[in-house]
Each structure stands twice: as C-alpha cells, then as structure tokens.
C-alpha cells in the first residue's frame, strides 16, 4: 500500500500552512515548535474578542481541553463555528475525556456546537467520547474492554468524522477504512506533551490534505518516524525532545518511505 506519505509532508512545507490553536497550556510552547519545524505556521490566538477573526486566516483549527475552563471552551466555540464557517478542518484533542465530569460535559458540547472533522485521544479518551464506561487516569490512558477499532470505527460512523486513537498502534478511521500507523518508540511516553504535538501535527497535514484520514495518518508516520530517530542518538528525556524537532525538521523522502509502518484493514 502507497499513501505517498512523504507527498503530504512536501504540500505542508511548500504552502506553509496557518494552523491556530486553542490547546494546553502546559504544552503550547512544543505544539507551536512542532508545528514550526514541520514547516507551518502555528498561531495561539485564545482571547475570544479575537479568535473568530484569528480562524480566518487559518488553514486549521486544533482544540485540545487539556487545561480547559469554562471561558476557554466559550472561545473555542467561536473559533470552531469561525471555522465551519470558512470550510476548514477542525481537530478536538480530547484531552483527559473521561477524568472528570466537567470534560465530559464540555467534550460533548464542542461535538454538538458545530462539526468537527477529527476527533484525536488515547484509549480511554476515545472510549469516553464514544460513551463508553470509562475513567482516564489523568491524561493517560487506562484499560478499556471492548474492542478500540470497533470503539474507534462507530464514533467515527456516528459523528462523520476521523476518529484517531493514539497508542503503541495508532488506529485512525474514518468508519469505513482503518489504518494501522507502527511507527513511534517508548521514549515518547517519557516526556510531556507528546500526544499533544501528534494533534498539532495531525491539524498540519490536515490543512493541506482534504482526505483527512490519511492527512492523520501520514501526520502521525511523520511524527514518529522523527521519534524514532531522535531514539538512537539520545542519553534520556531531554535529549530525545531536542533530537526529535531536529529529526522532523530533516525528514526526507528516502527515510519516509523506507520506515513507514502503515497497514490498512
């Protein structure tokens, strides 16, 4: 199977896309880096006096409720109906779905406020969504029963969107087509913020691909494939997340392709 994955890599660089977030304070600084070496453009527009005007200029809108509050999801309810409005893909990071009521409660009404065309968490996160019985640990993911393709497939059947599951096999579906993306290494669940870059990055692929299942999918190879090579020249945590900005920032052709590991079901 060719997705010619490098081929959306070489689109996000030659336009150079604008890609605003509302996401994680904890994060922002690595979703904006991540972003920037990939080759787009990131922008953190938050006040709600400015982020309609903001979303037009974009070419993506990520939210991620890492750190929500009430006022913060008020604001990315503007930027979400801002981008329905322009016709650009929405990605919703649901960080932490399941943790609490209040995420629950606030998740639920990003997805009834207006579309939103890729939904991306980890097991626990996308089960929660999907109304399963589930409580995240934090941030991270706990054990879920039921099958997650299945989980994964019918929320995105249900909501007509993308549904990501990020994991040590990342599942992405579009409720019809699944992809298997094995790329990625341990290190990354050692430092902070990786599944928020793998929303900031999915939202950069998806600004210049209009398939967005394969927009994430690529997204995600990308991304872990720079983690991967960041691996074999690093003594630790700090090292590796320096490493990794070098490596996507240096990807090419000829390392895509020949270290993608994407099946398709």
């Known amino acids: ?82 981008a329905n409005r322009k016709g650009i893909p929405v990605i919703l990071d ?6 609490t009521k209040l995420r629950d409660i606030k998740t639920a009404e990003l997805l009834s406020a207006e579309k939103i065309d890729i939904i991306k ?40 969107c993308t ?12 409720g019809k087509r699944i992809f298997i993306v094995r790329n990625g290494c341990d290190m990354m669940a050692h430092i902070v913020g990786t599944g928020c870059m793998a929303a900031s990055v999915i939202g950069t692929f998806a600004a210049v691909e209009t398939d967005y299942s394969i927009a994430s999918a690529a997204g995600l190879c990308c991304f872990e494939i720079a983690a991967e090579l960041a691996a074999e020249n690093s003594k630790g945590p700090g090292s590796f997340k320096k490493a990794m900005y070098d490596a996507a920032y240096n990807l090419d052709k000829e390392t895509v392709e020949k270290m993608q590991k994407i099946t398709q079901k």
């Not at 649901?94 to 943790?99: I, R, V």
């Open 1 to 82: 199977m060719n997705l010619n994955i490098y081929g959306v890599l070489e689109k996000v660089r030659e336009r150079k896309p604008v890609v605003h977030h509302l996401t994680n304070w904890v994060t922002i600084y690595d979703c904006a880096n991540i972003v920037k070496v990939f080759g787009a453009s990131p922008v953190m527009a938050h006040a709600p006096e400015e982020v309609d005007e903001m979303t037009q200029i974009a070419s993506a809108l990520v939210l991620n409720i890492g750190t929500l509050t009430v006022d913060f999801i008020d604001s990315m309810k503007i930027a979400l109906k801002s």
């Open 163 to 174: 549904v990501v599951v990020t994991g040590k096999e990342d599942i992405v579906t579009d």
């Open 121 to 160: 968490g980890n097991s626990s996160e996308i089960a929660r969504v999907a109304g399963e019985d589930v409580k995240t640990k934090g941030v991270d993911a706990s054990a879920v029963s039921g099958d997650m393709e299945q989980i994964a497939v019918q929320l995105a059947a249900t909501r007509n």
């Open 94 to 99: 649901a960080c932490g779905a399941g943790a």
